[in-house]
Structures are given as structure tokens and as C-alpha cells.
């Protein structure tokens, strides 16, 4: 939305109508969770990407794991902890502090124990990198001239998490680095991957599934961006 104008409405009318929803998400999936932060009213709403919730329903299971790369303030992380339940597990992987505060306290509102927060963003290499917030913080992306100070890491430098079934990778641009950096434990486990494209991701992420040995993902489109969906059982 590049008008100022139409923006500047949009807004006004976003910020309104989450005034009068509340914190409690109305329909869909993840109906009855309590949540903050997000930007939009489709979270609270429960409309947000309704492709990757039903998803997430179709793939995930009691007891299983789930990755969720770029949490966000975490919607699809409090919908993937009911589906896997107590036995199960999410590992929220978030850099951007604010983010990591409204995720935090959307998990204690629901009083989930089964999410872990690692505050970081997911790279092809560890260390530090700027990152540029803008004006709502969904789009944080790196950029060496941003003005915050995250977390680097290797998914594969990360020995003592528990074997994926489900991973999303939304990161603003940086998908292909989030799959080169975790190359050793896609190829092991070959969990289904969600990964939200920006920009010109597509080829080299299509490019590295298949050097893991991925089939041919499938693209999923819901109004918002586009989502490659890698499934090693969509080739049996």
C-alpha cells in the first residue's frame, strides 16, 4: 500500500477495530487464545494466513516439534503449541527485543510451557548483524545499517535442540540463509518446511531443497505472500 493517504486510513481503521476486538482470537484454529501485537486485526480475528494455520492443523501432531523462524509477536507459535500438546514442544526463534516482549508475554497469557524462546535470528554464519525495525517491527530485516543489535546463528550450531517436524521460516529476504546455516539438519530429519518468499528468494531456496533432497515444493498463496511448502512425503 504505497498511497500515504490510503495508508494513513488503513491505520486508523486497523487501530480501531483492534481497540474494539479485544485480546481474545475469535475464530479459526486458534480460537480462545489470548493474543497481543501482530499490527493487523486478522490475528485477532484468526484470518491471518489461513493456508499456513490449516497447514500446521494437517501436519502437526501430539508430541511432535515445531520450529517457528521469525516468530514475530507469535501467532502460528500459539497454534502450533495446542496442536503438539504437553508431550510436545515449539522453539521460538526471535532477534528483535520488542518482538521477543509481546511474544513472551503472549505465551504467559495463555500460560503455555511447552514454547522456548531463543532470542536470535537464524543465519547461514554465527556472530552479530544490524537489523532495521521501521514502523512495525513484522518487517525487521538485516540491513548494516539498521539500528538494532541481534544474535547470529547456525540452525546447525545448535546441537541440543530436538529433531523438527514442522518448521516456518518467515525472515523478511532472508530464507536461503536460514536453510544454508541449518543444511546438516534439514538433511538428517527432512522435516516439512513453510518458508515465507520475499524478494528474489524463491530460485536460490528452490536451488538449496534440492541439494538437501527435498522434492519439488509446492507454492501456497492466501492474499498475503507467497509460501513454499517442502514435504518429502509429497513424493511417495
Known sequence: MDDPDRRRVYD?????????LGSTIKL??????????????????????????????????????????GTHAGFLALLASRLVGDRGAVHCFEPVAGNVR?????????AIGNATVH??????RDGHTMMSIGSKAITAHF?????????????DALPDLPAPHVIKIDVEGAESQVIAGGAALLERHLPVLVIEIHGDQEQPVRSLLREIGYPEPIVLRDGGMPHLV???????
Open 12 to 20: 486508523k481503521l486497523n487501530a480501531g477495530a483492534l481497540r474494539s
Open 28 to 69: 479459526g484454529p486458534a480460537k480462545g487464545l489470548r493474543f497481543r501485537g501482530g499490527d493487523t486485526a486478522g490475528y485477532i480475528l484468526g484470518m491471518s494466513e489461513p493456508t499456513v494455520q490449516r497447514l500446521l492443523v494437517a501436519h502437526l501432531r501430539p508430541g511432535d516439534v515445531y520450529f517457528d523462524v
Open 102 to 110: 509481546v511474544l513472551e508475554a503472549n505465551l504467559s497469557a495463555n
Open 119 to 124: 532470542q536470535m535470528a537464524l543465519a547461514d
Open 143 to 155: 540491513d548494516a545499517g539498521g539500528s538494532e543489535r541481534v544474535a547470529l546463528a547456525r540452525l
Open 230 to 236: 517442502a514435504d518429502r512425503r509429497a513424493a511417495s
